[in-house]
């Protein structure tokens, strides 16, 4: 099992969603994320704004560290993709549904390669304001690039493989269009989230994560180091070592 000293970490990956979720006038859902879980993991946010899986899933690799337990364990890799494959063909980013299908489960192998206590998580993408994105996207020159009924297909084909590989996934589809706040109180943009659709992501991950791995719940994981008013000021030194940390 490795070992390392530190923190371990939870690995988000995906394209805007996940990276505008580090904002932190927008109470993004990833910062939000990373301060639960302060002194406890580090939440590493590899977002990035209109990449796909196939353009992704290239670059995983290179985000695990070369060696588990090298410098911190990676205890959770969330994957938050399909926005982007989702587009209308023929626009560059479109990728044909099989093949989505398929780099989502390269993901996970190459997940599983690098670690096999690594924990995997899918999130299936969420549905968009639909008048208002078209809106948005005459407001740039540009034609609408998705459809309602396409991304639905997607956010299917997200389940479908979480059930094929016996993975977790939050059912973003789902959960939004049973809010019953009006889109423009949850999408900014028309795709992208206001406060609100930020806070429903990230609740919906935190109680995905506490269901799935009680362990690696942030209300009950032990802070990193004893609090200052308990330190061992006799033996500082060997108070101040990190904790070796396993998967």
């Known amino acids: 099992m490795p070992t390392a000293k530190g923190l371990n970490q939870i690995l988000l990956v995906g394209d805007s969603l996940t990276e505008y979720g580090g904002r ?6 990833a910062i939000t994320l ?20 196939e353009w992704v899933k290239h ?11 090298s410098s911190s364990n990676v205890a959770l890799v969330i994957v ?10 023929p ?42 994105w078209e809106e948005t996207c005459a407001m740039k020159g540009r034609s609408r690039d998705r ?29 939004f269009t049973q809010d019953p706040r009006p889109p423009q109180d949850l999408f900014s943009d028309g795709l992208h989230m206001t406060r609100s659709g930020n806070r429903v992501i990230l609740a919906a991950v935190v109680d995905m ?9 942030p ?15 006799d033996n500082l030194e060997d108070a101040m070592q990190l904790p070796e940390n396993t998967l």
């Open 91 to 132: 626009n560059t980013q479109h990728t044909p549904l099989e093949k989505y299908k398929k780099n989502l489960e390269e993901m996970y192998h190459t997940v599983k390669r690098h670690s096999s206590y690594t924990r995997f998580l899918l999130i299936a993408p969420p549905p968009f304001n639909d008048g208002a």
């Open 24 to 29: 932190v006038e927008d109470s993004g859902w």
């Open 219 to 233: 209300l009950t994981l032990p802070p990193i180091l004893s609090h200052w008013s308990s330190v061992n000021l």
């Open 209 to 217: 994560i506490k269901r799935t791995w009680p362990d690696l719940d």
């Open 80 to 89: 938050f993709l399909g926005a982007n494959d989702s587009v209308l063909a």
């Open 59 to 69: 670059i995983l690799p290179q985000l695990l560290p070369p060696e588990q337990g």
């Open 147 to 175: 459809d309602p009924e396409q991304t639905a297909l997607y956010s299917r084909a997200c389940l479908e493989v979480a059930c094929e590989l016996s993975v977790p996934v939050v059912d973003l589809w789902n959960i």
């Open 34 to 53: 990373n301060s639960l879980y302060t002194r406890k993991m580090d939440v590493v946010n590899r977002g990035f704004t209109g990449y796909t899986t």
